[in-house]
């Protein structure tokens, strides 16, 4: 497993490191996928990723049945 992934930010099109451990919550909201930080300060991040992609990046490929 890993915590650190690479998304790519939707604002700027540039990467982002982001660990997956510190993420409370994601959404998608049209063409994005938000993901929401835990603490409370409500820091989020827009990344062009979709959730399945995120686990995927963070767990390996999911195994074909």
Excluded: Y
């Excluded at 690479?6 to 993901?35: F, K, P, Y």
């Excluded at 991040?45 to 963070?58: C, F, R, S």
Aim: charged residues 20%.
């Amino acid at each position: 497993m890993r915590f650190w992934i690479e998304c790519t930010r939707c604002e700027t099109g540039q990467a982002a490191h982001i660990n997956i451990a510190l993420v409370g919550s994601m959404w998608r909201d049209g063409e994005r996928t938000v993901l929401a930080f835990v603490g409370g300060d409500g820091q989020r991040i827009e990344v062009t990723e979709t959730p399945e992609q995120i686990m995927a990046l963070h767990l390996g490929p999911l195994a074909k049945a």
